[in-house]
């Protein structure tokens, strides 16, 4: 085992490998699992860890109908239940055909038939069928818009439940009258199953004026057939639609339990501990910086022979987009905390997303050290300039302190590490 001193980086990775491993769908979805129900079973889904999730099915109830759809790259293969691939997150046409056949294998279910669905973050970009009158090309210019402009993922994703079809409880009424039992892994603060994926399982008053509310507070104007949809109130499915009434929502993976994995781990190991949240939001840089000033008051107290202190937080960063960059919230994070810690002895840090994908990048996320800030002047680059332009990746690239695990087929959101080392 990595010791958390005298390699500092490699425990960091090692904590965050422990927070992915706990969330693998192969370890939390059978424990979930009822026995395999009587007659016809169908297993739908969407989500970057959808596929996974199937392949823990089959594992446990055998060769099943079916069709999920999984992020590019993310799939699995399969005993019966087919896997579509599509884009995230601006979604696309293979993910709008998917999710037409999807809809065509759910209807016409009676009241005997057995419906399990497999929902996962990323789903509200890969589930995607427009409300009525509005093209894919509108969504996907509205999607792309809104991902650059700052906005909590809570907002965008309450716009995209108000403009689909599928979205916000359609999904279960479209299976009803069959019975429908939802699992759902969780990348969304406070792990509401209406948030997940926008809660296509679950229903929703629907609010279209406080959508066209959040799109004008964040700047963004959207094509004319969206704004006359949401200013004609919508289409929502209550909670008390009785289309509704057969299904059950059940959470079975979320951020803070990989959090506390971690945290166990760590306590093992000699460290003091403490998770900052599993929940937290905002700018990435301005987190960044509120977490540099509490790891640096902390270091200020410790003497040689202390414990080593952790902090541990989960949530999901936005980054408000103005450069040129390839960059991603927990690159962004890293990068403005070295730029804050600026070489500070003794304090570690790593951001990376649990999908293994930070922002439009295969990449998890970024490591910086001490020796951070030494080896960009070494080499020529300038943070202050790449924090500009949203180049966190670039220049964590350059420095070769990118986390890239590859698509992990799971998403419990952020996972971010301060280590603080005794002087």
Not at 216 to 242: H, K, M, N, S, Y
Not at 326 to 338: D, Q, T
Request: proline share 8%; net charge negative; glycine share 12%.
């Amino acid at each position: 085992m990595f010791d958390p001193i005298s390699q500092p980086d490699e425990f960091l990775r090692v904590l965050f490998d422990t927070a992915v491993r706990e969330a693998d769908p192969m370890r939390c979805v059978p424990a979930a699992l009822p026995p395999r129900p009587a007659g016809r079973v169908l297993v739908v889904g969407a989500g970057k860890a959808s596929a996974r999730m199937a392949e823990a099915v089959e594992a446990d109830w055998g060769p099943l109908d079916g069709l999920v759809i999984t992020r590019y790259g993310h799939g699995r293969p399969l005993q019966g239940i087919e896997v579509a691939e599509a884009a995230h997150p601006v979604p696309d046409e293979a993910g709008a055909r998917a999710t037409r056949r999807m809809l065509d294998l759910l209807a016409g279910l009676g009241p005997d038939d057995f419906v399990l669905a497999l929902i996962s973050g990323g789903g509200s970009a890969l589930l995607t069928a427009p409300a009525e009158g509005i093209s894919l090309a509108e969504k996907q210019a509205l999607t792309a818009d809104l991902l650059v402009s700052g906005a909590p993922i809570g907002d965008i994703n309450g716009i995209r439940k108000e403009l689909s079809a599928v979205k916000g409880g359609r999904l279960a009424a479209a299976a009803y009258p069959a019975r429908m039992l939802a699992l759902m892994v969780s990348d969304v603060p406070g792990d509401d199953p209406a948030d997940i994926a926008s809660g296509p399982t679950v229903g929703h008053r629907g609010d279209a004026a406080r959508a066209l509310a959040v799109l004008d507070r964040w700047g963004v104007t959207p094509p004319p057939a969206i704004r006359a949809f949401l200013e004609q109130g919508g289409d929502p499915v209550q909670p008390d639609d009785p289309r509704l009434s057969r299904v059950e929502n059940r959470v079975i993976a979320a951020p803070a339990q990989s959090l506390v994995a971690a945290e166990d781990q760590a306590r093992e190991l000699g460290c003091v501990t403490r998770i900052l949240g599993d929940d937290l939001e905002g700018e990435a840089r301005e987190l960044a910086a509120t977490h540099a000033a509490l790891a640096l008051e902390i270091a200020a107290t410790m003497v040689p022979g202390d414990a080593p202190v952790l902090l541990l937080s989960g949530g999901e960063c936005t980054v408000t987009r103005s450069g040129d960059g390839v960059g991603g919230p927990n690159a962004e994070y890293a990068l403005a905390m070295a730029l804050m810690l600026n070489g500070a002895p003794g304090i570690w840090a790593l951001a990376c997303d649990t999908d293994g994908v930070d922002g439009s990048a295969e990449v998890a996320g970024a490591v910086v050290g001490p020796d951070t800030m030494r080896r960009a002047a070494e080499m020529g680059l300038d943070p202050v300039a790449a924090l500009a332009r949203n180049d966190s990746h670039g220049f964590f690239a350059a420095l070769g302190d990118q986390v890239v695990p590859g698509p992990t087929l799971t998403n419990v959101n952020d996972f971010r590490a301060l280590l603080i080392l005794p002087a």
